[in-house]
């Protein structure tokens, strides 16, 4: 069974950071990898996402602040989330797949709360 366990949300305080953690088992981690967020009375947005060889993709309000690396050795995908901003508050999503909506993904983490306090 396929599973993505997410990690290191919480509080913080703007202009602070964080790092989220994402813990995969079974054949998930051979494949693309992507970051989500969902803030309140909001749609899921892309935020990053990594190749299988760590080609790297942002989305424009997170590029210069956030970094998403993959450990190929410990299935797990990270995202180092800097500068922080109260805009910046959602769940954030691991998931499986390709390109930048989550309609390609297809494999899903059950997600880990971020609040920015300003």
């Given amino acids: 069974q ?3 366990v997410e990690s290191g949300g919480g509080l913080v305080q703007a202009g602070g950071s964080l790092r989220l953690s994402c813990a995969a088992s079974g054949r998930t981690f051979s ?3 992507g970051w989500f967020r969902q803030a309140p009375g909001k749609e899921r947005e892309f935020v990053a996402r990594i190749s299988r060889s760590g080609s790297t993709y942002y989305a424009d309000s997170v ?3 956030f970094t998403i690396s993959r450990d190929n ?3 797990t995908l990270y995202l180092q989330m800097n ?3 109260p805009e910046d ?3 954030y999503y691991c998931a499986a ?3 930048w909506s989550d309609s390609r993904y297809d494999d899903w983490g059950q997600g880990t709360q971020i609040t920015v306090s300003s």
């Fill in 2 to 4: 396929v599973q993505l």
């Fill in 31 to 33: 494949r693309p990898m």
């Fill in 63 to 65: 590029k210069g602040r």
């Fill in 73 to 75: 050795a410990k299935n």
């Fill in 83 to 85: 500068s922080l901003k």
């Fill in 89 to 91: 508050t959602a769940v």
């Fill in 97 to 99: 797949g390709r390109g």
